[in-house]
């Protein structure tokens, strides 16, 4: 049974780069089959959905739009987890940061559903 | 990005009650659609994927129906751990978005 175990400050200060880290257990980063996901959540915002990494032969990465500029996923496959770092944060960027693996239908239509997600991370931009 | 839009906000029922929340996509997404229950200081659960295939462990009285930009939840009869917010996701394609939630109280 897959495990995502999330790790990283909760406090990080205005201008400052919000980095956290998700140990994947039970799985693999570099899996064929699956995408691994950031996701926040934050009473102005709702789920918000911020990105994926996926191994298909090599690596690919999607963003979302409304973070594109300041954002970037990464995977240490020696220690199967993936990272997740967001510079230049406001108090905006304040909400509970999830990692989720995405699931993809095998018949090879539609993107991905999020079967399993780490515990959330709560991470407050403030001076 | 595809707008979800979920309703009604918030929903009181009994135990035992049906119960069905309704997700409108502002495009359609064919039946790439999946639920999620969330509890308090918990991460979101996956409940349904593709419109209507039940996740493995998920109680058979959650089902799951719709296409294109009309879908619904149905909760056959209603238990009391069944109080949470449930969110509705469009997986048509990346950039995946959400619904604005569904709270429902027993």
């Known amino acids: 049974q897959v495990q995502l175990k999330q790790s990283g400050p909760g406090l990080v200060r205005p201008s400052q780069t919000l980095s956290l880290t998700c140990a994947i257990s039970?799985?693999?980063?570099?899996?064929?089959?699956?995408?691994w996901n950031w996701i926040r959540q934050s009473p102005s915002r709702g789920l918000e959905w911020l990105g994926r990494?996926?191994?298909?032969?090599?690596?690919?990465?999607d963003y979302a739009v409304s973070v594109e500029s300041r954002i970037t996923i990464n995977t240490d496959t020696s220690k199967n987890q993936l990272s997740l770092h967001l510079n230049s944060v406001t108090p905006e960027d304040t909400a509970v940061y999830y990692c989720?693996?995405?699931?993809?239908?095998?018949?090879?239509?539609?993107?991905?559903?999020?079967?399993?997600w780490g515990q959330g991370i709560l991470v407050t931009v403030s001076s | 990005d595809i707008q979800m839009t979920q309703s009604p906000s918030t929903l009181s029922a009994s135990v035992g009650d049906r119960v069905t929340i309704t997700c409108r996509a502002s495009q359609s997404i064919s039946i790439w659609l999946a639920w999620y229950q969330q509890k308090p200081g918990k991460a979101p659960n996956l409940l349904i994927y593709?419109?209507?295939a039940l996740e493995s462990g998920v109680p058979s009285r959650f089902s799951g129906s719709g296409s294109g930009t009309e879908f619904t939840l149905t909760i056959s009869s209603l238990q009391p751990d069944d109080s949470a917010t449930y969110y509705c996701?469009?997986?048509?394609?990346?950039?995946?978005?959400f619904g604005q939630g569904t709270k429902l109280e027993i």
């Open positions: 990494t996926y191994y298909r032969s090599k690596w690919y990465t």
């Open positions: 593709k419109a209507s």
């Open positions: 039970g799985d693999s980063v570099s899996s064929d089959t699956d995408a």
């Open positions: 996701q469009q997986h048509n394609s990346y950039a995946y978005t």
């Open positions: 989720a693996r995405g699931k993809f239908d095998l018949g090879g239509g539609g993107g991905s559903w999020f079967d399993s």
